[in-house]
């Protein structure tokens, strides 16, 4: 009888440490994740980058790696370049919305400074693995946090309006015409 138990203790735990290591799995592959997804969307076209290079990315920051990324670029005067960029990870695990405000403000200082957007990125990030909170960053770079993730907000509503994805079934839930 006590073999008996023991057995059947050792097969529910590794069935348990089976189920958590899908349940782990599942949460850091974009590939279905509906929240990394729309991230990549919303960012991939704005700052450059192609679908699957975004979920890479994000991918990448919500494990907290490195990751490098070759973007090209064709021009009439110089034709096509390629430009190889490595963002630095923090080191640790992001969750959706801290990956939501790196991006946030990785774009805004692109945009300030006239520089690239995996550049900028990967300030913010070496900024983020030192130590330092989301409104330091933002005060450092010369931004106001909460102004920085209002407009990132509103670019991403207009760029739905824009392109046709909002929902138009979604438009009445609210009570109100219109509202998305």
């Not at 097969?11 to 994740?33: E, I, P």
């Not at 990394?36 to 979920?55: H, I």
């Not at 931004?143 to 138009?168: D, H, I, P, R, Y």
């Amino acid at each position: 009888m006590l073999n008996r138990k023991s057995t059947l203790t050792a097969v529910a735990a590794a069935v348990l440490a089976l189920a958590t290591s899908f349940t782990v799995l599942a949460q850091t592959t974009t590939g279905s994740n509906p929240t990394a997804n729309r991230l990549a969307d919303s960012y991939s076209t704005s700052v450059g980058l192609t679908e699957p290079q975004s979920k890479n990315l994000i991918g990448a920051m919500r494990k907290g790696e490195d990751i490098t990324i070759t973007t090209t670029t064709t021009t009439t005067t110089a034709g096509t370049t390629s430009t190889t960029t490595t963002v630095t990870g923090t080191g640790k695990t992001m969750g959706y919305g801290n990956i939501n405000i790196a991006l946030s403000l990785a774009k805004a200082e692109a945009a300030k400074t006239e520089g690239t957007f995996l550049s900028s990125l990967d300030t913010v990030m070496d900024r983020r693995a030192s130590g330092m909170g989301w409104g330091q960053i933002a005060k450092e770079l010369g931004f106001n946090l909460g102004q920085v993730m209002s407009a990132s907000k509103t670019e991403k509503s207009a760029s739905k309006s824009a392109t046709g994805t909002a929902k138009a079934s979604d438009a009445g839930k609210s009570g109100k015409a219109g509202s998305v």
